[in-house]
């Protein structure tokens, strides 16, 4: 009899108006979107390799330089060194952060760059959000599956035809089933193929080459998106079994999206800039300028007062800098804490909302999420220690006349990386969203259940 | 009559479940994002003292004239206040730090410490209260006008009277308009007296017209989608296919066709990418900047080794290195005013694409109202480059010999400030008009259409 009901709803729904509109709106909108971020992402990988091309050949010409003291001043004082991020493939379906990181990070002994790169982007992109899959499932189809189901229940009692099913012997539970089954295999089935062409369209232009741990990473992306729309599906025929008229289904399931997608996601992060406020860069850099002209003071009045009293003077001034250099680490050590506290604080929150933890696990997996930006963090800090101690080493062997004339190699030059997570790793981060996720599903499904069973049809 | 059908449709919306929704959502959004933006700008507008003072201590510091032309000085963006309301471009930032010196453009420089996950999720602004929030509630105020009453019956009631179907569709209109813009409306009363609890928040007399133009703006844009909703209503019979339509109509209109605007246009007009544009500047700043060096290198030994006196030196100085970036700024000058004219031309196509949806169109044109939007960044750059170059000149005048030779001390208390004014209302206003202008046009549309539409329903 499952097999029945769900050939019903299978049929009932595939010949109506809302699923030729989904079938469209899928493709047209999964199409456009993968079109439209493959021809952007082949736009940065070029910039990416012209650039990085180009700061090879200007590490080239310092090597070319006649003398070696030359050179040094050239690479440390003049140039310093560059180091260009590489956009993440995944970045075409779900583009997350990879827009927000900077497209390239400089370093030099004076005057680190700190490019703004928001100076070269159309002013209008910052306005809207990036169209990507991730995007559209997250926002779009969770309307749509919505849409989909709002009058699974109250429609046909509107209609009157829940009456005449449920007089034959047909247990309500399995009805349920079945319109859950049928419905969802109704939305997802188009949602699955046009997802797959997308894919199908990005391998076939050459933007991605699919690598199996790409493929694992997005059959995950596929079971995740899966998880979230059945996850708002179940919640429409929840509300649907829970109201008697199909214009009062919709309109709760309107203002349940609402807070759910637009309001909670988006408040989550600044609510909790309240509860846990970082002290601001501004402040930290004036409390860090002031630690170090605290110091300087001290190591003048060092110099004025002690100097006469030879290596024991010497050791004052020496523990006055490595105190100065402990509050400094201190100073920055609290701030990265708070900063990760904040984070974590928002994360927690926004996880409220489903559309959340679909967020994270989705820009996770491809790579673009809110552990891109820790990685960037800790290979940029890497990438200007490594510079630190590399200009360091250089400066002492040419004052102490021991540079010698081959002392630049290119390949010795820092360089900047971010490490990559495992996919592994990964899983280990979003199963808790995933989790979330799939409990939300049953405790819907549940919700449906006792609630249907308790239907009055009539 | 019309009053008397008005009042009708206005009691029926206050009685409805969906006005309660509104009434609930509209204000806990709008207050919730208000306070925080505006706590934002509390914060950022302490940030902005307290660096406009450190900036101003670093460059007393400066103890030669050859650092203010090489490294320069930073300058900070003071704040809007609009931003509270609608945060506009540079995702909700409210101030920026700028480098400016003799030797290279003006260079803001970046922040590398955000929240991640508030990069995420947009910023909540009255932009996306309206443009998305409100937008979807004017599509479930409108969705059953005509075809829900249908259903019920009631239009046919009411047509056996001797009520004319324009005067009907107008009431709709405005008793539906009325009603929706009631909980906005309010939300932004109390989100202007919950603005009065922070002193920072200064409005000044062009804020105010500005707030009331966007204002204007937005009640322009909730009646378009108003006007949309009664014309699919009046195409379909039945509610529930007129929400199926309208509802695919809002997704592409309001969901997605706005955030492919930019990127389509980034690809019919592209510009220059920022490390093409980096690169080649970089060229030809390091060329110059090693001709500088080799001819500098070649003069000053032969010259201390004759003791030639310091003023000579420096003389020779400042004319190689004013040469020099003479030369820099004339060459960046170029490449910038290529990219500047390509970037233009994308984001004029990007305007031009976004006229096609209310929706797309109201993001871009609210933010000019209010001046937040791309008009104002565009202002700022204009205004760094004007101040470069007055900053280069003073540099150049601080150029002494006695200052190298200890005799006399480095005095930048003369310093020219960093005096930013944002656009002139009536300058906005003339600008924006156009994309006012389309924006009624679209309500007019759809009104046409739905009129077109009402007189040809088959209320049987």
């Known amino acids: 009899m499952l097999l029945t009901l769900i050939r019903r709803e299978i049929v009932g729904n595939v010949l109506s108006l809302r699923f030729l509109v989904t079938l469209i709106l899928f493709f047209c909108l999964i199409l456009v979107s993968v079109f439209v971020m493959t021809a952007e992402h082949a736009v940065r990988m070029q910039s990416y390799e012209a650039s990085r091309s180009a700061h090879r050949d200007a590490l080239s010409k310092i090597g070319a330089m006649a003398e070696a003291s030359q050179r040094l ?6 140039q310093g060194v560059y180091g260009d991020i590489r956009p993440p493939e995944l970045a075409v379906f779900v583009d997350g952060l990879s827009g927000d990181l900077p497209t390239q990070v400089h370093t030099a002994v004076f005057n680190a760059r700190r490019v703004d790169d928001s100076f070269y982007e159309n002013p209008v992109t910052t306005l809207f959000t990036s169209p990507d899959i991730g995007y559209i499932i997250n926002i779009v189809v969770s309307l749509l599956a919505l849409l989909f189901v709002f009058d699974a229940i109250c429609g046909e009692k509107e209609r009157g035809t829940l009456k005449i099913t449920l007089s034959n012997a047909v247990p309500r539970d399995l009805l349920i089933l079945g319109k859950w089954l049928g419905g969802f295999v109704s939305l997802a089935a188009p949602f699955v193929v046009a997802l797959l062409s997308g894919v199908a369209y990005v391998h076939l232009t050459g933007a991605l080459v699919i690598s199996d741990e790409i493929l694992q990473r997005l059959l995950w992306m596929l079971l995740t998106s899966l998880l979230y729309v059945s996850l708002f599906f179940t919640l429409g025929l929840m509300i649907s079994t829970l109201t008697h008229r199909a214009s009062t289904s919709l309109i709760i399931s309107l203002f349940v999206w609402i807070c759910w997608i637009l309001v909670i996601p988006n408040l989550a992060p600044v609510i909790s800039r309240i509860v846990y406020p970082v002290p601001s860069p501004e402040k930290i850099a004036a409390e860090s300028v002031a630690i170090e002209q605290e110091t300087e003071l001290r190591l003048q009045r060092v110099s004025q007062s002690t100097l006469s009293y030879g290596r024991e003077g010497q050791k004052l001034a020496d523990d006055i800098r490595q ?38 696990a989705t820009t996770e997996l491809s790579g673009t999420g809110v552990h891109l930006f820790a990685g960037f963090r800790k290979g940029y800090d890497r990438f200007r220690d490594d ?17 010698g004339d081959d002392w630049f190699q290119k390949d010795e030059v820092p360089a900047f990386e971010i490490t990559r997570d495992r996919l592994n790793d990964v899983l280990d981060r979003i199963s808790f969203d995933l989790l979330l996720l799939a409990v939300y599903n049953l405790l819907f499904f549940m919700g449906s259940y006792l609630f249907f069973l308790r239907y009055d049809v009539t | 009559m019309l009053l008397h059908l008005i009042r009708k449709e206005l009691l029926d919306h206050l009685l409805s479940l969906r006005f309660t929704m509104a009434c609930i959502i509209c204000p806990v959004v709008v207050l919730s994002s208000v306070f925080v933006l505006t706590r934002d700008y509390r914060d950022a507008s302490l940030d902005f003292r307290t660096n406009r003072m450190m900036h101003a201590d670093q460059l007393e510091a400066v103890r030669f ?77 409108s969705y059953d ?71 204007a703006g937005t009640l322009a844009y909730l009646s378009t989608i108003y006007a949309l909703g009664l014309f699919v209503s009046a195409r379909t019979l039945m509610p529930s296919t007129s929400i ?82 003479e030369r820099v700024t004339k060459g960046r000058n170029k490449i910038e005013a290529d990219f500047q004219r390509a970037m233009d031309e994308q984001v004029l196509l990007t305007r031009m694409l976004a006229k096609v949806s209310p929706a ?22 204009e205004q760094l480059q004007r101040y470069a170059a007055t900053w280069t000149a003073y540099a150049y005048s601080k150029f002494d010999a006695a200052i190298y030779e200890g005799s006399k001390e480095l005095d930048t208390q003369d310093y020219p400030r960093f005096d930013y004014t944002a656009l002139p209302f009536a300058e906005r206003l003339g600008d924006t008009s156009v994309d006012m202008l389309v924006l009624l046009l679209w309500n007019a549309v759809f009104l046409l259409l739905a009129w077109v539409s009402v007189t040809r329903y088959d209320v049987t």
């Open chain 2, 145 to 215: 006008a005509f075809s829900g009453e249908k259903d019920l019956g009631t239009l046919k009631v009411v047509l056996s009277y001797s009520v004319p179907r324009d005067m009907l569709l107008l009431s709709k209109w405005i008793g539906g308009c009325l009603a929706l813009s009631a909980p906005f409306l309010l939300s932004v009363v109390l989100a202007l007296l919950l603005t009065l609890l922070f002193p920072e928040i200064d409005l000044r007399g062009a804020d105010w017209m500005s707030l009331g133009l966007a204002v």
């Open chain 1, 73 to 78: 001043d050239e690479l440390l004082f003049t």
């Open chain 1, 323 to 360: 105190e100065g250099e402990r509050r400094q680490a201190k100073l920055e050590r609290y701030y990265q804490e708070e900063f990760r506290t904040q984070t974590e604080a928002s994360m927690t929150m926004s996880r409220l909302s489903p559309a959340a933890s679909y967020r994270y």
């Open chain 2, 65 to 141: 004239p050859h650092l203010l032309t090489s490294e320069g000085l930073l300058v900070d963006k003071p704040l809007n206040p609009m931003k509270v309301f609608f945060s506009g471009v540079d995702e909700g930032r409210h101030t920026a730090t700028v480098r400016i010196s003799a030797v290279a453009a003006p260079e803001v420089q970046a922040s590398f410490e955000k929240n991640p996950v508030g990069l995420l999720f947009p910023v909540m602004d009255l932009t996306f209260v309206a443009g998305i929030i409100m937008s979807l509630m004017a599509i479930a105020f």
């Open chain 2, 244 to 325: 199926t339509v309208l509802l695919l109509v809002w997704v592409v209109m309001v969901l997605v066709y706005p955030n492919l605007t930019p990127r389509v246009a980034g690809l019919i007009a592209p510009t220059p990418s920022m490390q093409s544009v980096e690169v080649e500047k970089s060229r030809l700043r390091d060329e110059e900047q090693g001709n500088f060096t080799r001819e500098w290198s070649a003069y000053i030994g032969p010259a201390q080794q004759a003791g030639t006196p310091m003023d000579q030196l420096l003389a020779k100085y400042q004319e190689l290195e004013s040469g020099m970036s």
């Open chain 1, 387 to 403: 510079f630190g101690k590399y200009s360091e080493d250089l400066i002492e062997r040419r004052q102490e006349g021991r540079l």
């Open chain 2, 360 to 381: 797309a169109l109201f993001t871009v044109a609210v933010c000019d109202f209010a001046g937040t939007g791309v008009q104002e960044k565009a202002n700022f750059h």
